[in-house]
């Protein structure tokens, strides 16, 4: 007599098949299945990084891209882990295809966002966030992807050997953290200094098949029909060849969206420990460009425009001892030793390998007129917050160059704190004056006199100034297809405010006059706005 079958219970989960037909003994496919969990959880950890990396390089605001990677990733993740509970019955074949996806979206995730920041970086108008808007299309897609891997993964452990739920989450769990360990530190000190960005991430993509691939084909193989065997295959092997193909066309890809991002004139490009640099022109006439992460930072058209600005003013007083923080390419200790009486100038650069290639490279040293030459300059090393907190012995500077990138790019935020400004106050001689570039003023007032603010809570005296910038350009930070219009400046004083003026006994510049400086002073007043608070450390407010 058959016995009829009883409803189950509302909420019960899906019955479940018997153990799955292994080709191993239990305990040996437990540890390969956790083994496949450790290697999915150090790729998945690497595709976030990645994409964190990538974003904070190419516009330049690490918190805030790292915050929207980490969110919407997360976010996905819980969405995917709701969306595979479908999935489990076909829980093999279901994570084979999932980790093919996987491996092609994360592997390729890199290239695909260098290729739209090259080609299409400049573009505008409602493109201008279109490059931000990808990067949080793949962290959805990564993050779903990601997040559908654990419940199947959990169905398969349990397929092997049934155990109490608390135990096989806490197994899978321990080897998905501490899969994401390795990921995490092999991430910055072995992907990132041996492979690049690229690379790095192409060979994650194929580790990441490899993983899936075979833990599916080779131990969970009775659980799949031969169409899916052969479909999983395939699948698999398409995305290894896509991604080994394009392994051996990343040197020609990076140079073809080098050529797209500086132009055909690239004659010198190198990724430091820090940075991304690029030389153009410089021969044949040509004026010299030097590119730092995409971004314009010295025009040989117009930057005796922007350099004359920024020191001549501070030099109009004592100046027997300078110091200048940033300025790697030599062009500001240029300006400064280009004044009579100066005997020491002290430049504290990050990035050696930009020290170097302006100390070496023919045009770039003929532009700065080779300083490095010069025996009053010394040149350090280090971070310019670091550097002050330590202060050499001796006696204070009579000025002080800050020669740094823009205070909206976040890695430079800590050098516009108000921390920051009363240590160089604390390095100022009596008298001693501070020049610091604020930005563009008329695109983005309110960080210009925020920078403003924060001189003046630091107990320095102000006077802002802006002067034209070039009148063609070619930055690439996304959704900005031309150079700044102008630049901003502040010169302070721990005593009082400091006149905007250029010494009598200096130079004559080519740009500036007593009366352009005047007008500069007017063009920054007309744009003031009030009220805002200083950028502090823990609170910045740019």
Not at 105 to 115: I, P
Not at 436 to 443: D, K, M, N, Q, T
Request: aromatic residues 6%.
């Amino acid at each position: 007599m058959i016995e009829p079958h009883a409803l189950a219970p509302p909420g019960a989960p899906p019955p479940r098949a018997g153990p799955a037909p292994l080709p191993v003994r239990p305990g040996v496919g437990r540890f390969l299945v956790l083994a496949c969990v450790f290697v999915c959880a150090a790729c998945g950890l690497v595709y976030e990084l990645e994409l964190v990396a990538l974003a904070s390089y190419l516009t330049g605001d690490s918190v805030t891209q790292a915050s929207v990677v980490l969110s919407v990733m997360v976010f996905a993740m819980g969405i995917g882990s709701l969306a595979a509970k479908r999935l489990r019955r076909l829980a093999a074949a279901a994570f084979g295809a999932l980790e093919a996806l996987l491996a092609l979206v994360g592997g390729c995730s890199a290239m695909t966002l260098y290729a739209v920041f090259a080609w299409t970086g400049d573009w505008g108008g409602l493109w201008a966030s279109g490059p931000r808007w990808l990067l949080v299309a793949f962290s959805l897609a990564i993050g779903l992807l990601i997040g559908a891997e654990v419940p199947l993964l959990m169905e398969l452990i349990q397929r092997i050997r049934r155990q109490d739920a608390g135990g096989a989450v806490a197994d899978l769990f321990a080897a998905d953290y501490v899969g994401a360990l390795v990921g995490g530190l092999a991430f910055p000190f072995l992907l990132l200094p041996l492979l690049g960005q690229l690379t790095g991430a192409l060979l994650t993509g194929a580790v990441n098949a490899l993983a899936g691939g075979a833990l599916v084909l080779g131990l969970f193989r009775g659980d799949l029909t031969r169409r899916a065997r052969r479909l999983l295959l395939a699948a698999n092997l398409a995305v290894l060849v896509v991604l080994a193909t394009a392994t051996v066309l990343v040197d020609d890809f990076e140079r073809a969206a080098r050529e797209a991002v500086y132009g055909h004139d690239v004659r010198v490009a190198l990724q430091t420990g820090v940075r991304e640099v690029a030389l153009t022109g410089g021969t044949d006439g040509r004026p010299l460009d030097l590119y730092v992460d995409g971004r314009l930072r010295v025009g040989g058209r117009d930057e005796d425009r922007y350099h004359e600005a920024l020191v001549h003013p501070a030099m109009n007083g004592p100046h027997a001892r300078v110091l200048v923080l940033g300025g790697a390419d030599g062009l500001a200790a240029r300006a400064v030793l280009g004044h009579s009486g100066v005997r020491r100038v002290d430049l504290v650069a990050l990035d050696p390998a930009v020290v170097d290639l302006a100390r070496r490279d023919p045009a770039l040293s003929r532009l700065n007129g080779h300083v490095y030459g010069d025996p009053r300059v010394h040149v350090s090393t280090a971070d310019a917050f670091r550097r002050l907190r330590t202060p050499a012995p001796g006696p204070s500077y009579d000025v002080v160059i800050a020669d740094l990138p823009d205070p909206g790019v976040t890695a430079s935020t800590k050098l516009y704190s108000q921390e920051f400004y009363g240590l160089v106050r604390r390095a100022l001689a009596p008298g001693g004056r501070f020049a610091v570039h604020a930005g563009p003023v008329s695109s983005r007032p309110r960080v210009f006199w925020t920078v403003d603010a924060t001189l003046r809570a630091a107990g320095l005296r102000t006077t802002p100034y802006r002067v034209r910038g070039p009148d063609s350009g070619s930055g690439r930070t996304p959704g900005v297809s031309r150079a700044p219009r102008d630049w901003g400046f502040v010169l302070a004083s721990r005593g009082r405010r400091p006149a905007l003026a250029l010494d009598p006994r200096g130079p004559r510049p080519a740009t500036l006059t007593a009366e352009s400086l005047r007008a500069a002073s007017r063009a920054a007043q007309a744009t003031r706005v009030g009220g805002l608070a200083a950028s502090t450390l823990v609170h910045p407010r740019y």
